[in-house]
């Protein structure tokens, strides 16, 4: 039995995803004790404000859709972590519905837990449908699930949710019909492609609400039914920007009445760009990276912040930017007094990392009318930088040559095409350093 209804026939519940707990956060290795360990326990923060959420909105239950752990060895820590939320919950009358997915499928190690009556792990081998009830016995909603058994899951499990196992209804009630899945609707390109399926072969299931997971960024696939990614309960790297949380779904009648979004993360990732056009001193550019600083802490609510700034656009300062020591010199006095706020244990702003994607002071547009070989390969990297299917042409050709090198090859595999275009750029400014023609000073080229 989970918590009663609301007035006329309304309840709430949780949907979350991709937890991914006591994730390692890589590359921490430069950073204060202090700044690092509030970066580790990040994941273990997200999941008690789940908690604290879940209680506030008296929801009537909880559904995680898959990857609670970050590795299918998942730590002590975080099983017993998750173990205590769940049983927290249960104990409060909030259930708990959860699938594994490719990151912790069932077949990982684990240790024997035995869960409470309110709380319902998915197995591996069938879809199998949980009916909850609230404390008056009225059949509320009918969540239906399948774990991963293992990590690389390549069937469509979504054709195994047939509409002939939902339980039929008692009089007067509107069961809402949850299906619980992890899994990649329409092949998104920056996530492996487990569990894959089409939003086709979600619909016409008798399922009013998809609950899934496996892609970080939450999104509203469809509301006919309802496909909802509720993205990752807190962001992980630079790559994982903005809010991270779950969705309050509120249901009447056994209907979605109410979709909304609640931010949980613990630590939120900012990438911001500030340019250096129209700058001629370094304190300019310091000032302008303290508003830019201002700004991010407001918008980060309170809460901790990791910010990577780019600095961009073309001037005199290119060539001080280039030396690592005046980036290091620009992010010194922000991190020394973010690291004091970290012991202190008050909200920190760390600046990650100055990213120089600066450009020294070039005619572009006269060098690329040149004839020879430089011209003709700065108007050639304007095309690919245009032409999609040439970028992915010379992206396939670049990776082809590397397989020896596989965990380059794979990381490359998943770069973005903005940051494929980042690099071409990047690979064209060091072509134009190399090459850059003769001339009496500066201004000549």
Same mark, same amino acid.
């Given at each position: 039995?989970?918590?009663?209804?609301?007035?006329?026939?309304?309840?709430?519940?949780?949907?979350?995803?991709?937890?991914?707990? %006591?994730?390692?956060?890589?590359?921490?290795?430069?950073?204060?004790?202090?700044?690092?360990?509030?970066?580790?326990?990040?994941?273990?923060?997200?999941?008690?404000?789940?908690?604290?959420?879940?209680?506030?909105?008296?929801?009537?239950?909880?559904?995680?859709?898959?990857?609670?752990?970050?590795?299918? %060895?998942?730590?002590?820590?975080?099983?017993?972590?998750?173990?205590?939320?769940?049983?927290?919950?249960?104990?409060?009358?909030?259930?708990?519905?959860?699938?594994?997915?490719?990151?912790?499928?069932?077949?990982?190690?684990?240790?024997?837990?035995?869960?409470?009556?309110?709380?319902?792990?998915?197995?591996?081998?069938?879809?199998?449908?949980?009916?909850?009830?609230?404390?008056?016995?009225?059949?509320?909603?009918?969540?239906?699930?399948?774990?991963?058994?293992?990590?690389?899951?390549?069937?469509?499990?979504?054709?195994?949710?047939?509409?002939?196992?939902?339980?039929?209804?008692?009089?007067?009630?509107?069961?809402?019909?949850?299906?619980?899945?992890?899994?990649?609707?329409?092949?998104?390109?920056?996530?492996?492609?487990?569990?894959?399926?089409?939003?086709?072969?979600?619909?016409?299931?008798?399922?009013?609400?998809?609950?899934?997971?496996?892609?970080?960024?939450?999104?509203?696939?469809?509301?006919?039914?309802?496909?909802?990614?509720?993205?990752?309960?807190?962001?992980?790297?630079?790559?994982?920007?903005?809010?991270?949380?779950?969705?309050?779904?509120?249901?009447?009648?056994?209907?979605?009445?109410?979709?909304?979004?609640?931010?949980?993360?613990?630590?939120?990732?900012?990438?911001?760009?500030?340019?250096?056009?129209?700058?001629?001193?370094?304190?300019?550019?310091?000032?302008?990276?303290?508003?830019?600083?201002?700004?991010?802490?407001?918008?980060?609510?309170?809460?901790?912040?990791?910010?990577?700034?780019?600095?961009?656009?073309?001037?005199?300062?290119?060539?001080?930017?280039?030396?690592?020591?005046?980036?290091?010199?620009?992010?010194?006095?922000?991190?020394?007094?973010?690291?004091?706020?970290?012991?202190?244990?008050?909200?920190?702003?760390?600046?990650?990392?100055?990213?120089?994607?600066?450009?020294?002071?070039? %005619?572009?547009?006269?060098?690329?009318?040149?004839?020879?070989?430089?011209?003709?390969?700065?108007?050639?990297?304007?095309?690919?930088?245009?032409?999609?299917?040439?970028?992915?042409?010379?992206?396939?050709?670049?990776?082809?040559?590397?397989?020896?090198?596989?965990?380059?090859?794979?990381?490359?595999?998943?770069?973005?095409?903005?940051?494929?275009?980042?690099?071409?750029?990047?690979?064209?400014?060091?072509?134009?350093?190399?090459?850059?023609?003769?001339?009496?000073?500066?201004?000549?080229?």
């Amino acid at each position: 039995m989970v918590k009663g209804m609301g007035k006329m026939g309304t309840f709430r519940f949780i949907h979350a995803a991709d937890l991914h707990l %006591d994730s390692p956060f890589r590359g921490l290795s430069d950073i204060p004790a202090a700044v690092r360990e509030r970066l580790l326990d990040a994941s273990f923060r997200a999941l008690d404000s789940l908690r604290e959420h879940a209680l506030r909105e008296q929801a009537a239950f909880v559904v995680v859709a898959g990857d609670v752990y970050d590795m299918a %060895d998942r730590s002590l820590r975080a099983q017993l972590r998750f173990y205590e939320t769940a049983c927290g919950l249960a104990e409060q009358g909030v259930g708990i519905f959860v699938v594994h997915g490719n990151h912790d499928p069932l077949q990982g190690r684990q240790i024997r837990l035995d869960w409470p009556s309110g709380v319902h792990v998915f197995g591996s081998e069938q879809v199998q449908a949980v009916p909850v009830r609230d404390g008056q016995g009225r059949l509320i909603a009918v969540v239906h699930g399948i774990s991963f058994g293992q990590q690389a899951v390549t069937d469509n499990l979504a054709l195994r949710f047939p509409a002939a196992d939902i339980p039929a209804a008692g009089p007067g009630e509107m069961p809402l019909q949850i299906g619980l899945l992890h899994a990649n609707v329409d092949g998104t390109p920056d996530h492996d492609n487990y569990a894959p399926c089409r939003r086709e072969d979600l619909a016409g299931r008798g399922i009013g609400y998809w609950a899934l997971g496996h892609v970080h960024t939450r999104a509203v696939l469809a509301q006919e039914p309802y496909v909802v990614y509720p993205g990752n309960l807190q962001g992980r790297s630079v790559r994982e920007t903005g809010a991270r949380g779950c969705y309050t779904v509120t249901v009447t009648d056994g209907k979605i009445a109410k979709l909304e979004f609640a931010a949980l993360d613990a630590v939120r990732w900012f990438r911001r760009a500030v340019s250096i056009e129209g700058l001629s001193r370094e304190t300019e550019l310091a000032e302008l990276i303290e508003q830019e600083l201002t700004t991010i802490r407001d918008e980060a609510e309170g809460r901790d912040a990791m910010v990577r700034i780019q600095l961009t656009g073309r001037g005199p300062l290119h060539e001080a930017i280039r030396i690592a020591s005046l980036r290091e010199e620009l992010a010194g006095g922000y991190r020394s007094a973010e690291a004091e706020k970290a012991r202190r244990g008050e909200p920190f702003l760390w600046l990650e990392q100055l990213e120089d994607q600066t450009l020294p002071e070039l %005619d572009y547009e006269l060098l690329r009318e040149q004839p020879g070989f430089l011209g003709e390969a700065l108007r050639l990297t304007d095309r690919l930088a245009e032409d999609e299917a040439a970028l992915v042409e010379l992206w396939e050709q670049t990776i082809a040559p590397m397989q020896h090198q596989p965990r380059l090859a794979r990381w490359l595999q998943t770069l973005k095409p903005e940051e494929q275009r980042a690099l071409l750029r990047e690979a064209e400014l060091l072509l134009m350093e190399q090459l850059e023609p003769a001339g009496e000073g500066e201004g000549a080229l």
